[in-house]
Structure formats: structure tokens, C-alpha cells
């Protein structure tokens, strides 16, 4: 079956852009996870969704960052006003819920660069 | 101190060896522990699961955790060159959130 997707594959923007992500997952997955991957920082959580549950957002790393969930299934990360820091891979991840939480299946990833 | 170790090596080895790769942790309250693979500009792929402690063979990979020491492994038997990629340990408490390593860079030579 179809794996979890990512769009777009790469990004290039100029600092004080604003980016959004798309993310669309493995169909009947209940959970939904946002990572970042950097080279100084290596793969760190952003935030997550569950079901109707309130996002996760503890992983956010500032106020320029926020994501949506909508229908359940497909999600969007926003980043205002893009800093340089910002560039990184950005990682989707969906899983069943509960204890099959563990399997998380990563999309490929959208390669942002901040110029 | 990160919550999670690991080398970043790259750890050159040649064809047929046997391959170990370690991390090490310093939450207790870590449940569950995750080897995932990555391959150059690639998401990345779940190999293994270890619930608690104990061991766990699949083919040619082991899995072991030792939560005594907070210290688990990964053993890859008869490498391949296309086991060559990132080896990256992950671990989940109730939160359900990954925290990873930094990944272990493998080469197997030909």
C-alpha cells in the first residue's frame, strides 16, 4: 500500500518567507508526528497528532512554527518568517495508536533551505 | 548531556563482518527501543523493536537491551554493502514521542 507522503521534496525560500509543509499519511493511521532533522541538532520531534486529541506542541521550537490536522488525516507545518536556521529535512511520521505507537513510518522528507 | 548517545562514527568495515552498533540512554522511563535505518536522502525505515528488556533476532539483525545499564545494541550478521546507511536508535516512554541518536554512519566495504 501507499506509504506516508511528503510535499514538496525540496524548498528553497528567502529569509522572512513564509513555507508550508504537506504531509499525508498512511490511510487509517490515527497518529501523526512531525520531526526535524539538521546536522547539528540530528532528528528531534515537533509536534504530534491523535485522533481528535489536543496537538502535542512541545517540540515546537518557537512561536514561528504551527501545524494542522485536517479531517484527521492530512496535516500542514507552517514556518513563518523563515530564518536561516530553520534549514533542515523535515519529517513526516504515522502510526496506529496506543502500544503500536513505537512503529512509526517516516515519509521522505521535505529538504528546506532558508537563503 | 543528550538523553540519548550515540557514535556518529562512520564505521568502515569490510564485507561479511559482523557489525555493532550501540547507544546509550539516561531516562529510565524509556519503555520501548527502535533501530531504524536511513539510507542517503531517504525517511527512515524501522528495522527493529524491543519491548523492555531482553533480545530480539530478525534474519540477520539482533536486537538487545539491557535497561540495567541503560545500554542497547544493534548486531548486524554477514554485512552487506547495501547495509551501508545511517543507523539510528530511537526510544519512546508513555509520551509517544521518538527521541533519537544521532545515527551511526555504516560503510561495508566490497
Known amino acids: 500500500g501507499a506509504g506516508v507522503s511528503q510535499s514538496p521534496s525540496n524548498k528553497v525560500t528567502e529569509k522572512g518567507k513564509d513555507v508550508e509543509l504537506r504531509c499525508d499519511p498512511i490511510s487509517g493511521h490515527t497518529a501523526l508526528y512531525w520531526y526535524r532533522q539538521s546536522l547539528g541538532q540530528g532528528l528531534e520531534f515537533l509536534i504530534y497528532?491523535?485522533?481528535?486529541?489536543?496537538?502535542?506542541k512541545s517540540g515546537l521550537p518557537s512561536d514561528r512554527f504551527s501545524a494542522e490536522r485536517t479531517g484527521g488525516s492530512v496535516s500542514t507545518l507552517t514556518i513563518q518568517r523563515t530564518q536561516q536556521e530553520d534549514s533542515a529535512v523535515y519529517l513526516c511520521?504515522?502510526?496506529?495508536?496506543?502500544?503500536?505507537?513505537?512503529?512509526?513510518?517516516f515519509g521522505p522528507g521535505t529538504r528546506l533551505t532558508v537563503t | 548531556q543528550k538523553e540519548v548517545e550515540q557514535d556518529p562514527g562512520p564505521l568502515s568495515v569490510p564485507e561479511g563482518a559482523i557489525v555493532s552498533l550501540n547507544c546509550t540512554y539516561s531516562n529510565s522511563a524509556f519503555q520501548y527501543f527502535m533501530w531504524y535505518r536511513q539510507y542517503s536522502r531517504k525517511g527512515p525505515e524501522l528495522l527493529m523493536y524491543?519491548?523492555?528488556?531482553g533480545n530480539k533476532e530478525d534474519g540477520r539483525f539482533t536486537a538487545q537491551v539491557d535497561k540495567s545499564s541503560k545500554y542497547i545494541s544493534l548486531f548486524i550478521r554477514d554485512s552487506q554493502p547495501s547495509d551501508s546507511a545511517t543507523y539510528l536508535c530511537a526510544m519512546m516512554d508513555s509520551s509517544y514521542k521518538l527521541i533519537f541518536g544521532s545515527g551511526t554512519r555504516l560503510l561495508v566495504r566490497p
Open positions: 511520521a504515522s502510526s496506529d495508536w496506543g502500544e503500536s505507537s513505537y512503529e512509526q513510518y
Open positions: 497528532f491523535q485522533g481528535n486529541s489536543a496537538p502535542d
Open positions: 524491543t519491548y523492555s528488556s
